[in-house]
């Protein structure tokens, strides 16, 4: 079976108006198709020539180069961002393992800009047994591979040598990178390699905020771990005091003087953010693991066991975060005026600091959003802003996104409508799109269900692939 694949696009002429269609390779196997790879040297892959007029475009796609199990190169589309990247790679890496390429090496993906893909596709195609990338015609040291070398190293001092020896590491790019291994390990439920992979990207943030030398000493010393970080995080946003002394009996590394210190930097950024509050939070939850390492967990927490609330406006905070709608939202605000204090604000604020600390995305944006919802309820009154706030739910904007796309002209006029509302790759608009194919089917609107399987099936090719390969192309 072939591993290459390409995709047959329809195209409208930007210069003459004339439709045409062009394959788009997507996945290339050099030793199945070295035409193609000669296409990647000259630069005219993913090259589109009306036949009509001959005017030149290209479509902007990415590309996976297998070369073998453990060496495989992916090129993202140049107009794209990390995550649609990391989506694309993931996609990619998916279609070519149901194609019987099973047993791949995760840390063998290597992501290669566009214009440096020539050089990696001969460096690494050299010999039949593919060695790992060393250095390009310029003398530069390609950056995928020192990636590799630094996740691969057998210690942490051989890890500093290399940090040393390559700053390039230390670029805000290498995010990207990061981005792109840990969404395909997540996908592939590699746990193990997930953590690795978190590890050292905090380590090299650690390196640019402080410098090399200090955040390679920590690590050396015994620096908490990721994984350490978010019990950490669990421990404190505990709901009751019985929850936590769980949470410290299961992992005993929260005394261990890592996690401890780590708490300790917490509430040094809280002081100096002026959050008095979550420095009244941090302190006290501090002072806890110390009276557990001290004395016991089962004698520490036998005062606490016994108090009615650990720090209300804290509890507060969680109780209104963690509700499952709106409405349940809006009950509890209504429940805790004091939510609508500054003091809630400043708390939440240090919250949003912990959560861009620690690497957690998806808490940051919960917690700010519902920051921005209590400042609108002290501007304009709890109903007010909750009214606002449930109205625009239910509002269907993904709803308009997605008739905007299906009842566009052509494809090159749907890939505008899918640049302009990226949110159509999401998750939520193929269940979206789902159910109405389930309303329409039920309705007997058989053209329509035809219609929205189309559009579905370019919309999952995107987030596959990406706009311009599934729906058009942009000029040159």
Known sequence: ?????????????????????????????????????????????????????????????????????????????????????????????????????????????????????????????????ISPAGQDDSGSFDLGQALFDLINAKDWQESREIVSQHPELLQPGIEEMFDLMITQATA?????????????????????????????????????LPSVIQTLQSFLQATSWAESQEIVLAHPELLEPGATAFLAKMIERAHKAGAEDAVKVLQQHADLLHQCAASGVEQAFASRLSEQDRFPLFDAINEFIQARNWEESRSVVRAHPELLDESTDRLMEAMMDHARTTGAEDAYRVIDEHRDLLSRCRQIGIEAAFDAKVDAGALPPLYNAIREFVDAPNWPASRDIVAAHPELLEPGAEEMMRAMIQRAHEAGEEDAVRVLEAHLERLLLCRDCGPDAALGMKEE
């Not at 297998?66 to 990390?82: H, W």
């Not at 390699?193 to 000493?217: M, P, S, T």
């Open 1 to 129: 079976m072939s591993r290459s694949l390409s995709q047959q696009v329809d195209l409208t002429c930007t210069n003459c108006g004339k439709p045409f269609n062009v394959d788009v390779w997507l996945i290339l196997d050099p030793a199945e198709r070295p035409d193609v790879a000669d296409q990647i040297r000259q630069g005219t892959l993913h090259r589109a020539v009306c036949p009509e007029c001959g005017h030149k475009g290209t479509v902007d796609a990415p590309v996976l180069v297998y070369i073998n199990p453990s060496r495989i190169l992916f090129s993202p589309a140049q107009q794209t961002k990390s995550e649609e990247d990391a989506r694309h790679a993931t996609g990619l890496l998916n279609r070519l393992r149901a194609d019987g390429v099973e047993q791949i090496d995760l840390q063998a993906v290597v992501p290669v800009a566009r214009v440096n893909l020539a050089v990696a596709l001969d460096r690494n195609g050299a010999e039949a047994g």
């Open 188 to 224: 592939d439920g590699a746990d193990d390699v997930v953590q690795i992979l978190e590890e050292h990207r905090l380590l090299l943030r650690r390196c640019r905020e402080d410098g090399i030398e200090q955040a390679f000493d920590e690590k050396l010393n015994g620096a908490v």
